[in-house]
């Protein structure tokens, strides 16, 4: 059911691959609650990806831009007035990715040019995409800029990596630049930390259909899905929220609260029963 909750709002969604994608459902959900946006993807997720298909499903315009290069980002936000008729209300970053997860290296081998190409994809594309919107102008007063995050920002999850850290550092510009867009012009930036979902990204995490299942049972209200985070976005874009502002939301059913839960417990001892 559609609320109107978007009506009249202009935005930009980087990160939707394919229909897998989170930012895939917060473009759907966007486009019921009456808002107009522009996509965008690097070049070569455009290629491999199916973003046309959400362009046409929601009456969008597809722009190119390698989120980690400066020049792209400008001209993105540049077109993106052009095409919407003016400043956006709305931002979602949706970009995750770490080479050293691609080719398996551990943490404590990491290949260092990797490590920073997972920080600039992962993390200073935010800073980059949040000082060039205020560079030029770009966000509506009362606007609002979500990232996605997730709970490895905290605690130490095995086989998430370098991702780790590049989200520690994403939950800490938002915050930094919080501070300074809400000061000035009353923009609100916030990270989503979300549950683990079967995504192209989500499945590049070692053990991840385990991992699926162990937060599914230590959450009391099991995983948040991919359009149940596309839910949350839209709530975040909205003026209903107008007030929140430099936080990291946990949106993850409960899991982050937890230290152990009976369903959990009941597994865990199934394993005992098969050593006796
Ligand atoms: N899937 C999960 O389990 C999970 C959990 C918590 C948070 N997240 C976060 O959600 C976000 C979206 O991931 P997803 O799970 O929907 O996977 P996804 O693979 O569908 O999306 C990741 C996107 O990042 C884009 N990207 C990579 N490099 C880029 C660059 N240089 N410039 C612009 N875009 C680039 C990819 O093309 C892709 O569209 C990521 O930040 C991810 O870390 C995912």
């Not at 473009?27 to 609650?33: C, F, I, N």
């Not at 390698?66 to 540049?78: C, I, M, P, S, W």
């Not at 943490?107 to 994809?121: A, C, E, M, S, V």
Request: hydrophobic share 40%; glycine share 8%.
């Amino acid at each position: 059911m559609a609320y109107g909750l978007l009506k009249g709002k202009r935005g930009i969604i980087f990160g939707a691959l394919n229909d897998m994608s989170i930012a895939w459902k917060v473009a759907l959900k966007a486009h019921e609650e009456g808002a107009r946006f522009t996509l965008t993807n690097t070049p070569v997720a455009l290629r491999l990806g199916t973003l046309k298909e959400l362009a046409e499903k929601t009456g969008s315009e597809v722009l190119p831009a390698d989120a980690t290069n400066v020049q792209d980002v400008e001209d993105l936000l540049l077109k993106s007035m052009e095409v919407l008729g003016g400043k956006v209300d709305f931002i979602l970053h949706s970009i995750g990715m770490s080479p050293n997860v691609r080719k398996g290296l551990p943490y404590d081998r990491l290949n260092y040019d990797f490590f920073l190409k997972t920080l600039d994809i992962s993390a200073l594309s935010f800073h980059k995409l949040l000082m060039l919107a205020r560079k030029h102008d770009a966000i509506e007063d009362w606007g609002s800029v979500v990232a996605l995050s997730y709970v490895a920002a905290q605690r130490t999850l095995f086989g998430y990596n370098d991702m780790g850290d590049a989200k520690a550092l994403l939950e800490s510009i938002a915050r930094s630049f919080g501070y300074i867009y809400g000061r000035d012009k009353k923009i609100r930036v916030n990270t989503i930390s979300q549950s683990p979902t079967i995504t192209t990204a989500g499945s590049g995490v070692k053990g991840i259909d385990t991992l699926i299942d162990f937060t599914e049972r230590m959450s009391p209200l099991g995983n948040a899905t991919a359009d149940d985070c596309a839910n949350y976005c839209i709530t975040l874009f909205s003026d209903l929220t107008r007030k929140v502002t430099m936080q990291n939301l946990f949106h993850d059913g409960g899991f982050s609260s937890m230290g152990m839960s009976m369903r959990a417990i009941d597994q865990y001892s199934k394993s005992f029963d098969e050593c006796d």
